[in-house]
């Protein structure tokens, strides 16, 4: 795993942090939803400071869905209080990447590099590191500020570190909330 910190003109990428990951009304929250939530908006206000850029990615699932949109489920999460001046970038499928306008937003940054954290660990996130590696570009997911469900074979915490160990082998930097905010 690369020990330094993320270049500082690496961008922040939260994806799919939407209010039906949060809300439990139509599904289940994300795991350990509260404290995602938390771990997330310490990491958005840690790349305000230091002068980053930030994107919030959405998922556009099928109408009738709780992440279709216009329903919900679909809005950002309002407590991670997404600036006016920060993009929205929407997606139909896990990478988002496949959002041509992602990498081209990311390559107006001067980046080489994204810091990701967001939902769901074994679909979205893990597509999404895929994505920016086939772009070209460095990854560090922040470790413990991504999440999932639990599947009928495996929990949520189990399917995140499962995750984080094939990452840091892919060459994935893996960082801590508390070791980019402190």
Known sequence: MPSSAPSAAAPLIVIDLQTGMFDG????????????????????????????????????????????????????????????????F??????????PALAEWVVGQGAREVVLLGAQTDFCIA?????????????????????????QTERAPEIIARHNAAFEKDGVRLATTASLTN
Do not use: C, M, Y
Request: aromatic share 6%; net charge negative; hydrophobic share 40%.
């Open 25 to 88: 009304l139509l599904e289940p929250p994300i795991h350990d939803a509260e404290t995602i939530a938390e771990r997330a908006r310490a990491v958005i206000d840690w790349a305000r400071r230091s002068g980053r850029k930030v994107a919030f990615v959405r998922h556009d699932g099928p109408v009738g869905e709780p992440l279709a949109p216009g329903a919900s489920g679909w809005p950002v999460w309002p407590a991670l209080g997404q600036a006016a001046d920060e993009p929205t």
């Open 90 to 99: 929407s997606k139909s499928v896990g990478n988002a990447f496949s959002n």
């Open 127 to 151: 597509a999404t590191v895929k994505g920016a590696f086939a772009e070209g570009l460095g990854v560090t997911v922040v470790s413990d500020a991504h999440s999932t469900l639990d599947s």
